[in-house]
């Protein structure tokens, strides 16, 4: 079974730039769709987009459009996600999941602290 | 853009019945999922496709549909089922959307 395990926490100022990583071990992510998500302190989760880990093709939602960017590492099974222009309401737990079939994996989530 | 109407919370006693509601006009043509979400957890899926429990699912977990709304029944809640429960489907053929949750009291 496939474990995602993503990097450590991160804490940024107003104005700059976050990546999160989200490695697959026990399996690839080769051939599923890989979703970030995230969820604000004591709300609900939030869809940011999706890669498709064998192409590379990216689609983001609105609300993150030109300030979002995934991508893939296929050879070390590694999705990534930046998020630029980071705002103090950009402050959240960050969340990759690999969709498959019938069941959803979900690393443990990444904690971002955006603050001066 | 899609949206999905959930209670924002309910609550049950131990052993007693529960249902959580979802309504969206996306639900007319997509599946729904629901997760729960434990406190400082990861969300875990406990029904695909509005009905289909994933492996390891208790049974009292089980799904149902009406039109545009899909219905989340919890029959004999535990105290450990005490979460925050999201319904979310798809929009196109990959987009997620996501319900704003409800929060399920046992007690």
């Known amino acids: 079974q496939v474990q995602l395990v993503q990097s450590g926490a991160e804490v940024k100022k107003p104005g700059a730039s976050v990546k999160v990583s989200c490695k697959a071990s026990?399996?690839?992510?080769?051939?599923?769709?890989m979703h970030w998500v995230r969820q604000a302190p004591g709300q609900g989760l939030e869809w940011m987009g999706w890669i498709n880990p064998n192409s590379g093709d990216t689609r983001n939602a609105q609300n993150f459009q030109g300030r979002v960017s995934m991508t893939r590492d296929t050879s070390i099974s590694t999705a990534y996600m930046e998020l630029n222009s980071l705002k103090s309401d950009d402050t959240a737990v960050y969340y990759c999941?690999?969709?498959?079939?019938?069941?959803?994996?979900w690393g443990q989530g990444t904690l971002v602290t955006v603050s001066s | 853009s899609y949206e999905l109407t959930q209670p924002s919370s309910v609550s049950v006693s131990p052993g007693q019945t529960v249902r959580i509601t979802c309504s969206g006009d996306i639900l007319a043509k997509k599946y729904a999922r629901w997760f729960h979400q434990k406190p400082g957890q990861a969300p875990v899926m406990v029904i695909f496709k509005d009905s289909e429990r994933p492996s390891g699912i208790p049974e009292r977990f089980s799904g149902s549909r009406s039109g545009t709304t899909v219905t989340l029944t919890i029959s004999g809640a535990q105290v450990e089922d005490e979460a925050d429960y999201y319904c979310f489907s798809t929009s196109g053929d990959i987009d997620w959307v996501f319900g704003g949750g409800t929060k399920l009291t046992v007690l």
């Open positions: 999941a690999r969709e498959g079939m019938s069941t959803i994996d």
């Open positions: 026990g399996d690839t992510i080769v051939g599923y769709y």
